[in-house]
């Protein structure tokens, strides 16, 4: 299962997935990471450079973890994930609607996601859809039996590229 979109961002620099059926959420505190997981309201949450604008977004669901690989990107991290459903939508924080057709998820159970990131540092502005988007993600995610800590935010060695 994959998705591949121009998201806008919402309200406090975020791409808020939420799982459907749940109370309209609180975002949590902002830190230094680029993903975070809020286990009480089933909330992952993208934290983007851009406070307007558009980011480029693809999600992935593969059945083993994969390698890390960083080619292209300049950071990532992650985190562990428990959906009761298998609904997750992006959701707007302002108007409390879903703002994309297409679930991160297919079925419910416990994930590790695996947020790969590029172009946070580039200072743009702001951008539309349909421009050539300078920040873009990746988010992979697989079926893990056991929750882990989250990683803390890795930059990618550009020597190893």
Do not use: H, N
Not at 49 to 65: D, Y
Not at 87 to 93: A, H, Y
Not at 134 to 144: D, S
């Amino acid at each position: 299962m994959v998705i591949e979109a121009e998201l806008y961002v919402q309200y406090g620099s975020t791409l808020p997935f939420q799982q459907v059926g749940m109370p309209m959420p609180d975002l949590p505190a902002a830190t230094g990471d680029i993903l975070t997981w809020d286990g009480a309201q089933r909330l992952l949450v993208v934290a983007t450079a851009s406070s307007l604008g558009a980011v480029a977004f693809r999600s992935e669901i593969v059945t083993v973890e994969p390698a890390i690989d960083g080619a292209g990107w300049d950071e990532w991290q992650e985190v562990s994930v428990q959906f009761d459903s298998g609904d997750v939508r992006l959701r707007d924080l302002d108007a409390d609607t879903v703002l994309l057709d297409a679930s991160l998820v297919s079925l419910p159970g416990r994930y590790r996601a695996r947020l790969y990131a590029t172009g946070r540092d580039c200072a743009v502005e702001l951008q539309e859809a349909g421009e050539d988007l300078v920040e873009r993600y990746l988010m992979q995610l697989w079926p893990e039996t056991a929750p882990r800590p989250p990683t803390p935010v890795m930059k990618v060695d550009r020597r190893a590229r």
